[in-house]
């Protein structure tokens, strides 16, 4: 991980291994693992979104950390620190844009973060225009109904 800069999350299947999956040390990329019991034991899943998980019917969604890489062999699942610690730094584009708004990213629902950016937004708009003086009118225009 040391060799690597910038954003990622990668998921890899090593044959006559298993799959390992790890996150770049600033969780600038999301990345989580759930599980799904059946009759011979676990099913894996490794996602950017928990919403994925749930849609598929798994369970236990559990986020990769940052830095984290998770190995999953027959024999089990190991989960190992492998880049040092850095500044968590998750991508605000992924809250705004692109997750679903049901999807829980870092354990911080989409949903109410953008609640709460709207919140904030709403809150700083209004102390620019009261220190500034401002009035604004909002114009709507009427169609007639008959058109």
Request: no cysteine; hydrophobic share 60%.
């Given at each position: 991980m040391e060799q690597c800069k910038g954003a990622y999350a990668c998921v890899a299947m090593l044959a006559g291994f298993g799959?390992?999956?790890?996150r770049d040390p600033n969780g600038i990329r999301p990345l989580g693992?759930?599980?799904r019991k059946n009759a011979t034991g676990n099913d894996y899943l490794f996602a950017s979104e928990s919403v994925v998980a749930d849609a598929s019917g798994f369970s236990e969604w559990e986020d990769?950390?940052?830095g984290e890489a998770v190995i999953i062999t027959r024999s089990g699942v190991a989960r190992r620190q492998v880049g040092k610690a850095a500044t968590?730094?998750?991508d605000i584009f992924e809250y705004v844009y692109f997750a679903r708004p049901d999807s829980v990213l870092d354990g911080i629902?989409?949903?109410r973060s953008r609640m709460a950016m709207g919140d904030a937004l709403a809150d700083k708009v209004?102390?620019?225009?009261?220190?500034?003086n401002i009035e604004v009118d909002v114009v709507i225009p009427e169609y007639p109904a008959n058109t």
């Open positions: 799959i390992i999956a790890f693992l759930a599980v990769v950390r940052p968590f730094a998750p629902s989409v949903y209004k102390t620019v225009l009261m220190e500034n």
